[in-house]
């Protein structure tokens, strides 16, 4: 195994000092050290084969920052599943918190929220950096970018869980858009297609971790939280729409150039088609 391909490990390594760090503040359970562990060993494990598959023989400054978002991402994980276990085992109602509900205190259950909030906002912000580290050093790669974009859609996802029992469930939507579009594509394999790049993608999912976040301060009234993080969700659900709409025109212009015989052949199953 390459040097490169060991990176990884740094990352498995610094999430579980965080992991140590936050149960010796006494904010995480059994059940966050199993899904931050879960998040590490999995993301880090997919990204070293990755690795392995584009021949990067150098890591990068910029997939370095991406690695240490994904760190990030495995605290918050860690935070999350332990908040939801605290407010299933106190009986959370609606409106209440996720981060501790009826099992913890009133400080404890506001420090856990602040810990979320203080570990999901640079993931955030190193969002913002990464890319530009990328393009400014001449870095970038198909590996890099999508490093980066299954990254951001884990986050979407465990803070749309974190909020959900306040907010109500409908707010996962935001980080699930992603994993149901991965899912679509292995249904109609003409949705793998590679989509044009479009900056639009990159704003729309600022906003909604953004949204996420500030919803997570529990500093909102309970109706703006969700009008902030409704408007983020239908701006997901407009750029995703816009997505799926090039790549049913595109199966479209392909299907139509297909010579008639050529999917007969297809169809048939014939060696060559």
Do not use: C
Request: glycine fraction near 12%; avoid cysteine.
């Amino acid at each position: 195994m390459e040097k490169v391909q060991l990176v990884p490990l740094w990352s498995v390594a610094g999430g579980v000092a965080g992991l140590v760090v936050l149960t010796a503040m006494g904010h995480l359970s059994p059940l966050g050290w199993i899904a931050g562990i879960a998040y590490l060993v999995v993301s880090d494990v997919l990204l070293a084969r990755g690795l392995h598959a584009s021949g990067l023989t150098r890591f990068g400054p910029a997939n370095a920052a991406t690695l240490v978002r994904s760190t990030l991402v495995g605290l918050v994980t860690a935070l999350v599943a332990t908040g939801l276990f605290a407010a299933g085992a106190g009986g959370a109602g609606p409106g209440e918190t996720g981060f501790g509900g009826g099992l913890v205190g009133a400080s404890t259950q506001e420090v856990r929220a602040a810990l979320l909030v203080g570990l999901a906002a640079p993931a955030l912000a190193l969002d913002a950096v990464d890319g530009w580290i990328a393009r400014r050093t001449g870095t970038t790669s198909d590996l890099g970018a999508r490093f980066d974009m299954e990254v951001d859609a884990f986050l979407l996802l465990v803070l749309g869980l974190a909020v959900a029992p306040a907010l109500g469930w409908w707010v996962v939507a935001i980080g699930a858009l992603r994993y149901a579009f991965v899912a679509a594509g292995w249904i109609w394999p003409w949705m793998n297609q590679t989509l044009p790049p479009r900056y639009w993608r990159k704003v729309v999912t600022a906003v909604a971790g953004i949204a996420l976040v500030v919803a997570a301060t529990e500093l909102l009234p309970l109706w703006v939280a969700q009008a902030l993080v409704g408007v983020a969700l239908a701006l997901l659900l407009e750029s995703f729409g816009r997505d799926v709409i090039w790549l049913v025109r595109a199966h479209r212009r392909a299907a139509a150039r297909t010579p008639v015989w050529a999917a007969v052949r297809r169809s048939a199953g014939e060696p060559g088609a």
